[in-house]
């Protein structure tokens, strides 16, 4: 492909207007496939937009979520934002942040080994993350009772920003895990004993 | 040195939670943690929170029998070999790795907790409502089998009006009963009254059967006839029903309805 | 690229992002007190940031819209926008997620047994679900009338990524502690009277 040096290139303004009025973030498929072009210069287009919506003093940036593209105000805004349309931030409670992280990091998880490891009924808890979408059901395990298994959803990665699950912050490794003999495998869901 | 620091109730996610801010405000090793010593300042906080009139949680008290029994076996002689196949493993050890991994997901949270969410740090245009009943749109977003079950509870909380049962159900009318009556006493000799019916008729079903009858007796095409006390009723045809001379009824349609 | 000459005054950031999250155009006196600056000082950051929108090429502007300001898509993008918008995914309302879910936890089961469930008419929406292909005739109920009898589809277990129809959860699988104990079998064709 020759160098695109073209300033005011009509892909990256339709690019503009389209992301601009998703409210979900768009794969590369789907803006392919509205656009009708080759890969590379929908890339093209879409590297000339990165750049400009880069520039410092910016509100807004674009940015690779949930394995999409979409614009979204920058973090250091949220004041006036607030302040614009009081009423929209429901914050996680911090029960809530801990059970989505173990379900993030775990998953797929059960409910059963979610009570194991955060000590506490979980029940109320997975409900409200799912009736906020954060977490779904993936699956049922494969042991008696079938428990039904629990794993994050794609508006899970929106919510945090993130561009998949390899984004998630890294957790610490145990110090030495050598210096204790543990259980590796435990029995969570079959017999109920632990 | 237990009672020497208050505790905030609510300031603990569970058990392990309070577990781990004993074992770090005692700067004790996780790896080596000294049982007497947290299961008493343990117990003392339950206490604490029953003095203040609140229930433990059942998970506390768990936790509190956990850690008694753990004490008890590091207080116990080392048992002998053929009783304990794994007498090396540290009695301990399973409570570590929980309050280890428990740590790491906290962490993970707390930093979690640190990123920019949305509608919080972060903003996005405003969603457009777009939901779409009449099939013209192509695809269907992500919707987890989570909504299909909320859905029905929902449902199922409110018991519909038994009203809408038969007005959705009631195909038929007097006339269209007659009509079928008459059908089925066609070249029959007799007919019982209940053959006039499916196998599971609906309840519409057999008041519009059994107002048809009735005309049919009152317009002198059938009669009905029992021939015991609580015993089958048969109705018996007119010559003219029976031979198919008759077998609709003019003017009933405009009188009932 | 365009010439990047002015400052990049925080306050025209604070503007992008504010008027880019409104889906109503902003008056002058709305802006100003989210801000709490001088009308001449917010009139210069909107007159830097309408130059900005007002570059060749971009697929968005800021326009004065009924009193007030509002980014908005050039209409010449239009039609890349209703593309965007005649394939994007919707959501399954609620009635068709209701509907679905009668569907999937009764079936096989007739329209009059949904309506009677709903207590509406459903028909609009079976015939949706069946052109979504989530939802199949499965045969006809042996009485009066003989009416259909619905089921789910193949595509409806890849839809929602089941294995089988024995991989629904539970409806008690989610149930409240405190919840009365809900009506799971009830009595469509008996005498009605349920």
Redesign the interface.
């Given at each position: 492909m020759e160098l695109k040096v073209n300033?005011?290139?009509?892909l990256?303004?339709?690019?503009?207007?389209?992301?601009?009025?998703?409210?979900?973030p768009?794969r590369l498929e789907?803006l392919q496939?509205?656009?009708e072009v080759d890969l590379p210069q929908l890339k093209d287009a879409l590297q000339e937009l990165l750049?400009?919506y880069a520039?410092?003093?910016?509100?807004?940036v674009l940015q690779e979520i949930a394995g999409g593209f979409?614009?979204?105000?920058?973090?250091e805004?949220?004041p006036?934002?607030v302040?614009?349309?009081r009423n929209?931030?429901?914050?996680?409670s911090?029960?809530a942040?801990?059970t989505?992280?173990?379900i993030?990091?775990r998953q797929p998880v059960t409910r059963a080994e979610l009570e194991?490891?955060?000590?506490?009924?979980s029940?109320?808890i997975v409900?409200t993350l799912?009736?906020r979408?954060l977490v779904?059901?993936?699956?049922?395990k494969d042991v008696p009772g079938?428990p039904?298994l629990y794993g994050t959803?794609?508006?899970f990665l929106?919510?945090?920003?993130?561009k998949d699950l390899s984004e998630?912050?890294n957790?610490?490794e145990?110090?030495?895990p050598d210096?204790?003999?543990?259980?590796l495998e435990m029995d969570f869901d079959g017999d109920g004993s632990s | 040195m237990a009672l020497s620091y208050e505790v905030k109730l609510d300031t603990f996610e569970g058990p392990l939670d309070l577990l781990l801010h004993l074992v770090s405000k005692n700067e004790m090793d996780i790896y080596d943690i000294s049982m007497s010593c947290i299961t008493a300042q343990y117990l003392r906080y339950l206490e604490q929170v029953q003095e203040q009139n609140l229930d433990v949680a059942s998970e506390f008290l768990v936790m509190a029998a956990t850690l008694m029994h753990i004490k008890s076996r590091m207080l116990l002689p080392k048992a002998e070999p053929e009783e304990f196949e794994n007498e090396e493993i540290d009695p301990r050890a399973e409570l570590v790795q929980r309050l280890l991994e428990y740590r790491r997901y906290k962490e993970g949270a707390q930093q979690l907790e640190e990123y920019p969410q949305l509608n919080r740090e972060v903003f996005v245009r405003p969603e457009t409502v777009n939901t779409v009943d009449d099939g013209a749109s192509s695809a269907v977003s992500e919707v987890g089998v989570y909504e299909l079950v909320k859905a029905l509870r929902e449902l199922l909380k409110e018991p519909p009006e038994p009203i809408i049962h038969a007005v959705v159900k009631t195909p038929l009318s007097v006339a269209d009963g007659i009509q079928h009556v008459l059908q089925c006493l066609r070249q029959q000799q007799y007919l019982p009254f209940r053959e006039c019916f499916c196998a599971m008729p609906q309840r519409d079903e057999i008041i519009i059967t059994f107002i048809a009858v009735l005309e049919l007796v009152k317009l002198q095409l059938c009669k009905i006839v029992q021939l015991n006390q609580h015993g089958m009723i048969y109705l018996y045809p007119s010559d003219a029903v029976r031979s198919g001379r008759v077998t609709s009824v003019d003017g009933i349609k405009s009188e009932y309805h």
């Amino acid at each position: 492909m020759e160098l695109k040096v073209n300033i005011t290139s009509p892909l990256k303004g339709r690019l503009e207007a389209v992301l601009f009025s998703s409210d979900e973030p768009l794969r590369l498929e789907r803006l392919q496939s509205i656009f009708e072009v080759d890969l590379p210069q929908l890339k093209d287009a879409l590297q000339e937009l990165l750049i400009d919506y880069a520039q410092p003093g910016r509100g807004v940036v674009l940015q690779e979520i949930a394995g999409g593209f979409q614009i979204r105000t920058r973090s250091e805004y949220a004041p006036w934002i607030v302040k614009l349309n009081r009423n929209r931030t429901t914050r996680l409670s911090k029960a809530a942040t801990e059970t989505l992280a173990i379900i993030a990091y775990r998953q797929p998880v059960t409910r059963a080994e979610l009570e194991y490891l955060r000590g506490v009924d979980s029940g109320g808890i997975v409900r409200t993350l799912m009736d906020r979408q954060l977490v779904k059901i993936v699956g049922k395990k494969d042991v008696p009772g079938r428990p039904l298994l629990y794993g994050t959803s794609r508006h899970f990665l929106e919510f945090f920003g993130l561009k998949d699950l390899s984004e998630l912050p890294n957790l610490h490794e145990f110090a030495d895990p050598d210096e204790v003999s543990l259980p590796l495998e435990m029995d969570f869901d079959g017999d109920g004993s632990s | 040195m237990a009672l020497s620091y208050e505790v905030k109730l609510d300031t603990f996610e569970g058990p392990l939670d309070l577990l781990l801010h004993l074992v770090s405000k005692n700067e004790m090793d996780i790896y080596d943690i000294s049982m007497s010593c947290i299961t008493a300042q343990y117990l003392r906080y339950l206490e604490q929170v029953q003095e203040q009139n609140l229930d433990v949680a059942s998970e506390f008290l768990v936790m509190a029998a956990t850690l008694m029994h753990i004490k008890s076996r590091m207080l116990l002689p080392k048992a002998e070999p053929e009783e304990f196949e794994n007498e090396e493993i540290d009695p301990r050890a399973e409570l570590v790795q929980r309050l280890l991994e428990y740590r790491r997901y906290k962490e993970g949270a707390q930093q979690l907790e640190e990123y920019p969410q949305l509608n919080r740090e972060v903003f996005v245009r405003p969603e457009t409502v777009n939901t779409v009943d009449d099939g013209a749109s192509s695809a269907v977003s992500e919707v987890g089998v989570y909504e299909l079950v909320k859905a029905l509870r929902e449902l199922l909380k409110e018991p519909p009006e038994p009203i809408i049962h038969a007005v959705v159900k009631t195909p038929l009318s007097v006339a269209d009963g007659i009509q079928h009556v008459l059908q089925c006493l066609r070249q029959q000799q007799y007919l019982p009254f209940r053959e006039c019916f499916c196998a599971m008729p609906q309840r519409d079903e057999i008041i519009i059967t059994f107002i048809a009858v009735l005309e049919l007796v009152k317009l002198q095409l059938c009669k009905i006839v029992q021939l015991n006390q609580h015993g089958m009723i048969y109705l018996y045809p007119s010559d003219a029903v029976r031979s198919g001379r008759v077998t609709s009824v003019d003017g009933i349609k405009s009188e009932y309805h």
